[in-house]
């Protein structure tokens, strides 16, 4: 006999796919099937939604795109110590400008990875990648860079040439490639429009030994225009090659790596007990 | 990006300092380091690849070192040279003089390259002993001196002679490295090794603090250990996994049994079995919560321990009363099962690779509620390797790392809605019923979750775009629902961009000419005035004679309900006759998302339930 509306509420079923007990049991807050749905929400709200999603976590494919076999994190500590430390600081970990760079220049400032350049910075100033090549091809490393012309010359008309920057590889064999731009041992200079961006990455290989290489980052600000560019260079690594200067060494204290002492390539917990 | 180092306290007088954080990664038989943003080849050998392209490796750290097993090779990574090498190697020494007028006398030895040698390190000095002049054999302390050369002292009551040359060998290596393990742990400072192909059942730890020496003759109690000559006895079936649990204590699976490893085996420590019904599936198949709780997949499920005898809880199933039929269908040798502890989200990410590279379908364990949830991933992405990285930038900077079968190691990234492909994910509500009797479903009303007030409205937001494959592609924002037009200002990084972008189909994007790789990370500005939400479900009801025909068989009777705003409740007045009913929400859509709250069914009673299958 037909009657009067009943109603059936349905919850959030945030405990999950069961499937041991019978089908006409499907117990509350259960669900028989599910995919890609995680309880709480991506806000942390206990209300069954969609997973978030995932991205590359590096800038490069390895091993000319095969399986990658295994991962392990490691976690040690580099402090500065003196210039007998250690023969060769082989991490620069983008923790300051100035390990890599040196002092900052008049009008130009530093701040972790980034390196801003004043309006009052001499046109023509640069600073340089204190690094020695100890041997013969032994030196390779990437970086990223990142060229901006801040939004606040937003104003300004958009043909009007607000700076230019200049990467230049010095040295008999010093090969740069600048996304784009290859210029052999050539010096890349790319001009930056009003609100402009520029974003690469390069690589550099020394293939011949005992030589310094100088990777200059220089900004020409424009005589007609109030100039300010940021620079923000992450991740130089320079494989068994010696930092000159600042700092003058460092080193992994060897007594305060064990950070993770049992871990494999797990990351294991303070244990109690 | 994710990865980059801060510093803390700088000591006196002393230059900041600063953590360093590395990911080790290995592929096509490479090893590799990221450093800041980067990831770099680290290969320090001339030559090609040490260790085999395809295989699964093992990874242990001890003293700024990194060792790799692969099934048969042991390869280190130094950090401090950022090199790679075979463990043990021998070089020939070409010339071997003595110097000095009492002992001791000094021994200098000539050899090709003394690259792979350091000061400090004692070699094994092996010459032919048949020949006259004798070698000055034994093991003795190096310094390297020059490209080719190093010496070492000579304790003689007489003044050595120079020895023949070309028969004599240096090795790094004390007492016999093991072979063709691929295991890898480091636990109380030494170098554990198993998995032997040749003695599957054997297990190897070096000197403690010393990974090259397995010199199983000493006696004291930082002697290497090998299970086969230990008082402690071996282990009676092959090791699939070795456990690092505590200082204390180490675990290691086999195929059928579970074994706890207490104290140092050359101090007096001991081997217990734990277990000998289940074993763990796969050297990776293991992770420990922050409270020290280790859980493991075994051919049972996963389970649970906590082993510590003052703490001790025997292994606990937590399986088999939601999803046991999941955990039946592993095998052992084709699912590389990985288990990953995200304590950010209290969750266990429970990875099942197939190795044929199918799709796999993996699990996620939540903590807070007990449930198993599963999930699929691009199959490119795996992951056949993974792990957690713990950043010390902030909470950013913790995330898990998945290897894939492409090369590429991915993040598991919050803040995003796809996988650079679209998620597909879906739910099935119910089955449910109002009685015995057939029933109408008269009216569904959905209450869906919201997009929080910060990402609605004209305010900027935080997206990251996948690298660009090629300068044609185009960058494509994560959320579609933008509403680019051709004619509309696109910010970047706050910055105006001025370079052509289009808009494609569903896609949302424009070219900005960067060069091949490039990363972005974009503020748009949120335009709510066309499409404001990144949010799309779909509902689907279903009714039919038996539980079954809603769940995994076919309804009698469906209807599909979109929902493409959040929040709303609907009431969608429909007319479904069955005994049983089901609703499953599914998005296909990409770049959006959704979640649940709760739904109201509405029925009117239909009489007797005379429907069959």
Redesign the interface.
């Known amino acids: 006999m037909l009657g009067h509306a009943k109603v059936i509420s349905i919850g959030s079923p945030v405990k999950g796919v069961v499937r041991t007990i019978s089908r006409e049991q499907q117990a509350p807050d259960t669900c028989w099937d599910a995919n890609n749905i995680v309880p709480y929400d991506r806000f942390g709200r206990l209300r069954v939604g969609q997973r978030t999603g995932m991205s590359k976590a590096f800038v490069n494919q390895i091993g000319s795109g095969s399986t990658v076999q295994g991962l392990l994190p490691v976690h040690t500590i580099l402090y500065g110590g003196s210039s007998s430390a250690v023969n060769g600081v082989p991490f620069y970990t983008g923790g300051g400008f100035q390990q890599a760079f040196g002092p900052a220049p008049a009008g130009w400032s530093y701040s972790g990875t980034f390196i801003s350049i004043g309006s009052t910075a001499a046109p023509g100033t640069s600073v340089a990648f204190q690094g020695t090549a100890p041997s013969a091809d032994i030196f390779s490393g990437t970086f990223n860079f990142v060229v901006e012309v801040p939004m606040s010359y937003s104003t300004l008309p958009s043909s009007t040439w607000n700076g230019e920057f200049t990467i230049t590889g010095v040295g008999a064999t010093v090969d740069v490639d600048l996304g784009n731009y290859i210029g052999g041992s050539a010096t890349i200079t790319a001009s930056l429009r009003v609100n402009s961006i520029f974003i690469g990455s390069e690589s550099i290989h020394l293939s011949t030994g005992n030589q310094n290489l100088n990777l200059n980052i220089s900004v020409v600000p424009s005589t007609s225009v109030d100039s300010v560019v940021v620079v923000s260079m992450t991740g130089i690594v320079a494989v068994s090659s010696t930092l000159i200067a600042n700092p003058p060494s460092a080193t992994i204290d060897p007594t305060i790596t064990l950070i993770n002492p049992g871990a494999g390539h797990k990351q294991l917990p303070l244990m109690i007990g | 990006?994710?990865?980059?180092?801060?510093?803390f306290a700088?000591?006196a007088g002393?230059?900041?300092?600063?953590?360093?954080?590395?990911?080790?990664?290995?592929?096509?038989?490479?090893v590799?380091?990221?450093?800041?943003?980067?990831?770099?080849?680290?290969n320090?050998q001339?030559g090609g690849a040490l260790?085999g392209?395809?295989?699964?490796?093992?990874?242990?750290?001890i003293?700024?070192v990194?060792y790799?097993v692969?099934g048969t090779n042991l390869v280190e990574l130094v950090?401090?040279?950022?090199?790679v090498q075979q463990v043990q190697f021998t070089e020939s020494v070409s010339a071997l003089t003595s110097s000095g007028s009492s002992s001791p006398f000094l021994a200098t030895a000539t050899v090709t390259n003394t690259g792979n040698l350091t000061s400090g390190q004692t070699v094994t000095i092996a010459g032919d002993t048949s020949a006259s002049p004798s070698p000055y054999n034994g093991e003795f302390p190096i310094v390297v001196i020059s490209s080719t050369q190093f010496t070492y002292e000579i304790i003689s009551a007489t003044t050595p002679v120079t020895p023949a040359t070309g028969t004599i060998t240096v090795t790094n290596v004390k007492g016999t490295l093991p072979t063709n393990c691929s295991l890898?742990?480091?636990?109380?400072?030494r170098l554990w090794l198993a998995g032997d192909s040749n003695n599957p059942q054997n297990f190897y730890q070096s000197r403690v603090g010393d990974p090259t020496d397995f010199d199983y003759s000493q006696t004291d109690p930082a002697a290497a250990v090998a299970g086969n000559l230990s008082v402690s006895g071996q282990i009676g079936e092959p090791i699939s996994a070795?456990?690092?649990?505590?200082?204390d204590y180490?675990l290691t699976g086999c195929a059928h049994s579970l074994w706890m490893f207490e104290g140092d085996l050359a101090d007096g420590g001991t081997i217990v079995r734990v277990s000998d019904n289940m074993g763990l599936l796969g050297k990776?198949a293991?992770?420990?919560?922050?409270?020290?709780q280790l859980y493991f997949v075994a051919n049972g499920g996963l389970f649970s321990v906590r082993p510590?005898w003052?703490?001790y809880q025997p292994p606990q199933l937590l399986s088999?009363?939601?999803?046991?039929?999941f955990f039946q269908e592993l095998s052992y040798g084709f699912d590389n099962v990985q288990l990953e502890?995200d304590a950010d989200?209290h969750?266990m990410l429970i990875f099942v690779t197939p190795s044929d590279g199918s799709q796999g379908?993996h699990l996620?364990y939540?903590k807070?509620?007990?449930?198993?949830?599963?999930?699929?991933?691009p199959p490119v992405?795996?992951?056949?390797?993974?792990?957690?990285?713990?950043g010390?930038g902030g909470a950013n900077q913790r995330?898990i790392?998945?290897?894939?079968?492409?090369?590429?190691?991915?993040?598991?990234?919050?803040?995003?809605?796809?996988?650079?492909s679209t998620?597909?994910?879906?739910?099935?509500?119910?089955?449910?019923?109002?009685d015995q009797n057939a029933?109408i479903l008269?009216?569904v009303t959905v209450n869906l979750?919201e997009v929080?007030a910060n990402l609605a409205g004209n305010v900027p937001i935080v997206v990251?775009g996948?690298?660009l494959a090629s300068?044609a592609d185009f960058l494509v924002f994560?959320s579609a629902h933008i509403p680019i037009v051709n004619t509309q200002a696109v910010?970047?990084?706050?910055?105006?961009?001025?370079s052509t972008y289009t808009l494609s189909g569903s896609t949302y994007g424009f070219n900005?000419g960067?060069?091949?790789?490039?990363?972005?990370t974009a503020n748009y500005t949120y335009q709510s005035s066309t499409n404001p939400d990144p949010w799309n479900v779909d509902a689907q009801l279903a009714s039919g004679p038996?539980?079954?025909s809603v769940?995994?068989g076919l309804p009698h009777n469906s209807a599909v309900i979109s929902f493409t705003l959040e929040r709303r409740q609907k009431t969608t007045r429909q007319r479904l006759r069955g005994g049983w009913f089901s609703?499953t929400l599914e998005?296909t859509q990409p770049s959006t998302?959704?979640?649940?709250?709760?739904?109201?069914?509405?029925?009117?009673?239909?009489?007797r339930n005379r429907e069959r299958r």
Do not use: K
Not at chain 2, 287 to 292: L, Q
Not at chain 2, 593 to 607: H, V
């Open positions: 990006m994710i990865f980059t180092t801060s510093n700088p000591g002393l230059p900041q300092n600063q953590y360093l954080d590395f990911l080790v990664a290995v592929c096509n038989g490479f590799y380091i990221s450093s800041g943003d980067l990831m770099l080849l680290a320090g001339s260790l392209p395809h295989t699964a490796v093992s990874m242990a750290y003293n700024g990194v790799i692969d950090l401090a040279t950022a090199t890898a742990a480091n636990w109380r400072g070795i456990i690092p649990y505590t200082d180490a990776d293991w992770t420990v919560d922050p409270e020290g510590i003052e703490f088999d009363q939601s999803y046991d039929q502890w989200q969750r379908t996620q939540d807070r509620n007990g449930g198993l949830w599963p999930l699929q991933y992405a795996g992951p056949f390797s993974s792990c957690l990285f713990l010390d995330v790392l998945l290897g894939g079968l492409d090369g590429w190691i991915r993040q598991l990234d919050l803040s995003l809605t796809d996988d650079s998620i597909a994910s879906s739910i099935v509500l119910g089955p449910v019923r109002l029933a008269n009216a979750g929080p990251t996948e690298m300068t994560t910010f970047v990084n706050g910055m105006w961009q001025d900005p960067l060069p091949v790789g490039a990363v972005i038996d539980a079954y769940t995994e609703m998005n998302f959704f979640s649940f709250e709760s739904a109201i069914l509405e029925f009117i009673d239909a009489g």
